[in-house]
Every structure is written in C-alpha cells, then in structure tokens.
C-alpha cells in the first residue's frame, strides 16, 4: 500500500514520540536509578533497581509470547502506555512523601517501581514491534531508530539539566525530578496518541483490516478505535492451510539463529554499557562530565547505526554472515580492558562510539531480516 510524503512523514513522527518512553528507561536507566538512588533519596549508589527492572521485563514478556494469540494488541499497548505513566507519577509522589529522604522503606519501593517499569516496558516494546514486524521492515527500522533518538534525547536532556544545577543546592535531586515531570508528560501523550490518533491512521487500518481477513483475532478493538465495525471475511475453504499460525516452537525453530543473535548483541552490549562506562574508567579532564560524554556518544553513534540501513547497498541479510559480524563484536572486550589500563580518554570515546554504531546497525539488521524468514 503506497502512502503520500506527508503521511509518512507524519508516520515516522508519530511512532518517533509514541517510543519516547524510552527516555528513561532500558539502556538509559543508569541516568535515573543510580544518580537518584544516591541523590534522591540519599542511599548509597547501586544498580540494584536497574537489575530488578530486567528480570520483570524478561519474565513478562515471555508471559505475553506464549499467549499473545489471546491479547488484544490495544488494550496490550495502552496498558503499557499507562503503567509507564504512573510509574514515573509514583517516584515523584514518592520523593515528595520522604520529602527526598533515604532508608529501607524507600529502596524496597524504588525497587517496586523498577520492578512496573520492567512490566511496561514487555507491554510496549513487545507489542509495538510486533505490530510493525507485520506492516514491513522499513516501518521496523524507523521505530528502532526512535528508540535511538529518544535515547540520544536522554542524554542531551542529561546535560542540560547537569548544566543548569551543577552549582545549585540540591542542583542533581532538581534534575531528576525535572527528567521525571518530563517523562510524565511525554507518557501522558503517548496515551493520548496511541488511543486516539495511531488507529485512525490510514497504513495502520489497512494492515490491520488485513490481519482480520486472516484471521486475527487480536486486532478487532484497534479496527473499532479506527471507526471500521464490518470486517471483511476471506474465502479459507479453497486453502484450509493457508491461514493456519506457527506454533511458538516453530516460529523460534524457524528464527533460532536470529534470537541467538540478538541474545549475543546485547550480552556484549549490556556488559559495557552502561553500568562500566558510567563508572570511573581512569584518568581523565573531563571529571564528572566523562561518563556523560561517554554515554551520549554511545546513543548518536546507535541513532547513526541503526540508520545505516537505508542506504540499499549497506543492508547485511546473510545469517551467516550476520552470525560472523555479531561475534567479531566480542573483540570490543579486551580491546576496552586494555583502554581503561594504556589509553587516554580519546580512546576510550572512540571505542564507546563504535560499540553504539554496530550494536544499533546489527540490532537493525536482525529484527528486519527476521520478520521475512
């Protein structure tokens, strides 16, 4: 289905502010739980609550998988949506009920908040890529280039607000407050805009017309939003197969080379990044500002990978040759040990950066392959 300029422009938009809630979450959450868990609420800094966030997320997520075929994919994305909302709501209710204070009290409830995080983000993620896996690839790529602009979003908005309080009383506590009365708001549209505007769009109405026909069953809340009662049926006795769905077992037996290879990306990604650049990696002029450099460079050089794959001549398909790339990137390892100990920080940005570009081109490469088998 052709679509004119505008609606695509507008398209891209649109999926570019609904992936906003990445802001603060994933990835990013070094810039929240740990600079708050030891200024917000004056405890020591810890990643506890970063690793409570993943195995929720994790958990979830596999729960959604083995029953998406019963779900409907609106309720499932606004859930998300909204759970995201008033959990960042819960951790400025939370600073105002302890009045910034610290204690057992307040970590186990940062840990619960993480812990809903963790929950809405499998809603979102999940749902949103699934949605977009079934349109085509190209509407694939936009998304997850969002999720590395709003990524590089976080952390221009991580030095402006480190910037503006550096010198104040309480300045890192004003910026963390300011980040989370932002992502509210960002979360707030995001409901707003998945519940009224993306079912009226018209690329969204025709695939999901089209899921219906096949025989989808999760789509029919999304086709009523989009104001289309009557669903058009499909001739299935001429070909009782065609429209029969692939067990989960089949569709990871079909797809197990591409989920090896997203497990190897981020298990090399996420033990760099971001918890061992945000710790003091040597000697350095930039002082506190390193690790935020650091991090931001990461995010552009992911926005600039995971657009690389516009370019038709620079597309990467092989699975073998995917395989080959992905474990290569296991190098970066001794290549960041060895920087820490000899280098100077030019070096070490260099190599952060080249760890955001092929971890944002190959996740690229993987998730738009895989949906065509």
Not at 274 to 287: A, I, V
């Amino acid at each position: 289905m052709s679509m004119g300029l505008l609606q695509i422009l507008f398209f891209s938009f649109l999926f570019l502010l609904l992936h906003e809630y990445n802001l603060f979450i994933g990835i990013n959450t070094y810039l929240l739980f740990d600079n708050i868990y030891f200024f917000f609420f004056n405890l020591c800094s810890d990643t506890t609550p970063t690793l409570v966030y993943q195995p929720f997320a994790f958990l979830k997520l596999a729960i959604l998988a083995c029953h998406e075929a019963k779900l409907t994919t609106r309720k499932r994305n606004l859930f998300g949506y909204v759970l995201f909302f008033i959990s960042f709501l819960l951790v400025l209710v939370l600073d105002l009920a302890t009045s910034g204070g610290g204690g057992l009290g307040t970590f186990i409830r940062i840990c619960v908040i993480s812990g809903l995080f963790g929950v809405a983000d499998a809603h979102v993620q999940g749902g949103m890529i699934g949605d977009l896996s079934y349109m085509q690839p190209e509407y694939l790529q936009s998304f997850l280039a969002d999720v590395a602009a709003s990524g590089t979003l976080t952390s221009v908005l991580r030095l402006i607000t480190k910037a503006a309080f550096e010198n104040s009383k309480n300045g890192l506590r004003k910026g963390a407050i300011l980040f989370f009365a932002i992502s509210a708001f960002f979360e707030l549209l995001c409901v707003i805009l998945y519940a009224y505007a993306v079912p009226k769009l018209p690329i969204v109405k025709y695939y999901r017309t089209k899921a219906a026909s096949e025989g989808s069953k999760t789509v029919s809340a999304d086709l009523a939003a989009g104001g289309i009662r009557a669903l058009p049926q499909r001739e299935v006795e001429e070909d009782p197969e065609q429209l029969e769905r692939l067990s989960n077992k089949e569709l990871l037996q079909r797809s197990v080379d591409y989920a090896f290879d997203l497990f190897l990306i981020y298990v090399l990604t996420l033990s760099i990044f971001p918890g061992f650049l945000s710790e003091d990696t040597g000697s350095h002029s930039l002082g506190s500002w390193y690790a935020l450099v650091l991090i931001a460079m990461y995010n552009v050089w992911d926005f600039i990978g995971r657009n690389i794959h516009l370019i038709e001549s620079l597309k990467l398909e092989s699975r073998k040759v995917l395989m080959l790339a992905i474990l290569s990137r296991f190098l970066l390892i001794p290549a960041f040990y060895f920087t820490v100990k000899y280098a100077d920080q030019g070096w070490m940005i260099m190599l952060t950066s080249l760890l955001g570009l092929t971890h944002g081109y190959l996740t690229v490469c993987v998730l738009t392959s895989a949906p065509k088998g």
